[in-house]
């Protein structure tokens, strides 16, 4: 209200709300962060990230590329069904998935943008079918959702405050 009315304090309350916004910014920053993991546009980082992790190949026994399609509900995902195309010399695969983030209403919120998942939905494939469309490849120990539950837990409790 001082900075509103210019009054004989204005220029000290501007700095503080400068530095209170600067403050809150950098302490939301992580959780920011995560948050465009979920979906940016056409796509999941996350989604990206999870298959990678699954797949758990070893060092670079083969060149793998990971894309994402991000679809507007579950009942779109149930749908949609992931591929995989390989070639041989040298071990290629490009895995292409798909991925929804669901977001529960919030009656209260009137902003435009979303502000936080309760789910993100993800089809991908096995280490297994890889295996046996690349038989040469080499891999990590196998990993399972739980895996991906639990990194995904270990990167919220990193990130927050």
Same mark, same amino acid.
């Given at each position: ?55 758990? /190949? @070893? ?5 793998? =590329? ?5 679809? #507007?509900?579950?009942?779109?995902? +149930?749908? %949609? ?11 290629q695969a490009s895995v292409h998935m798909y991925s929804s983030v669901e977001i529960p209403p919030n009656p209260f919120d009137i902003s435009l943008d979303p502000?936080?998942?309760?789910? /993100? @939905? ?5 280490? =297994? ?5 690349? #038989?040469?490849?080499?891999?990590? +120990?196998? %990993? ?18």
């Open positions: 209200m001082e900075v509103a009315r210019a009054g004989p304090a204005a220029d000290q309350a501007a700095d503080l709300l400068r530095e209170s916004f600067n403050s809150t910014g950098q302490f939301l920053a992580p959780l920011f962060d995560l948050q465009q993991l979920e979906a940016d546009g056409d796509s999941s980082e996350w989604a990206r990230f999870a298959q990678t992790f699954l797949l758990n /190949i @070893a060092g670079d026994s083969v060149a793998l =590329e990971v894309e994402s399609t991000h679809v #507007p509900d579950l009942t779109t995902l +149930e749908s %949609r069904h992931w591929s995989v195309n390989v070639t041989q010399d040298p071990p502000t936080t998942s309760s789910e /993100i @939905a993800v089809k991908m494939t096995s280490q =297994e079918n890889l295996a046996s469309l690349l #038989p040469s490849t080499q891999f990590g +120990e196998n %990993r399972s959702c739980l895996d991906i539950n639990q990194a995904a837990l270990s990167s919220a409790l990193a990130a927050a405050p």
